[in-house]
């Protein structure tokens, strides 16, 4: 008898014991983070805390012997306080654009909207060690001209994501209408030549309204040249009566003289007989 009830005791006790082990087994382990998945529309989540970023193909070899290790780095996330992230390039190709990945896998990491590019051993521990020692301090941080959120890697970002969806819609015509595909690259021709006119147009506009050309401005320049005779004849006529004063001017100043020379010979004319009298008297 009593050595059936310890077997059923340690038929009970072995089953609690393993369903305590499993409910015990990742806090004992270290809590286990999950690879968040980013987008185009969740990246800005990088810009607050830290986090380390794969960038990654399905079809890479290296990014497949790489997920191993990604996994087992993300179970330390918590306790090391990162986010861990993973991207797939191909379903993502503007974070590939606004990112410059030109290789592949690429590791970013990022604290406090500061992004620097991982170029150590792509193991666990490695990883470990570049956050717990904060090996990233001594990396150089990408410019912010060239940073996920500058002007220029946003234009880039746009420009990778119209290539996708140029190769989606040629995907489209191709497979689901039938199309052939030269028939895909005349539309794609065609598109791209309206638009760049349409551009163009618009170009030419925006030109003629901020700087017109004097073909757009003809009452102005009629303006100008009715003005222009008008202008002559005024300062002509005012040439002609300066000249006319300055010569009454003249002919003035030579009756004065005249004048004045008439009126000197007389008095020299009377002076000469009153000095012949005052000489009669003395002698």
Known sequence: ??????????????????????????????KRSEVTVLTDGTWR????????????????PACQNLQ?????????????EINIAKVDVTEQPGLSGRFVITALPTIYHCKDGEFRRYQ?????????????????????????????CSVLMSSMSALFQLSMWIRNCHNYFTEKV?????????????????????LGLIMVFLADCLCPSKRHRPQQHHYQKKLA???????KKLDEEQEADEEDLSDDEAEDKELADRNSSTNAVRQRPVNLAAATDKS
């Open 229 to 235: 005779p008008e202008s002559a004849r005024l300062l």
């Open 45 to 60: 989540q990088l810009l607050q805390g830290e986090w380390m970023i794969e960038f990654y193909a399905p079809w890479c």
């Open 120 to 148: 150590g051993q792509r193991t666990k521990n490695d990883f470990i060690n570049f956050i717990s020692d904060q090996e990233w301090k001594s990396v150089e941080p990408v410019s912010s001209w060239f940073g996920p």
């Open 1 to 30: 008898m009593a050595a059936s009830v310890r077997r059923c005791a340690v038929a009970w006790l072995v089953p609690a014991a393993g369903l305590l082990a499993l409910l015990a087994g990742p806090g004992a382990l270290g």
């Open 178 to 198: 039938g199309m052939p595909v030269w028939g895909s690259y005349a539309i794609f021709a065609l598109a791209t030549l309206f638009s760049g006119l349409i």
């Open 68 to 80: 191993p290790e990604w996994e087992k780095f993300a179970e330390w996330g918590e306790d090391l």
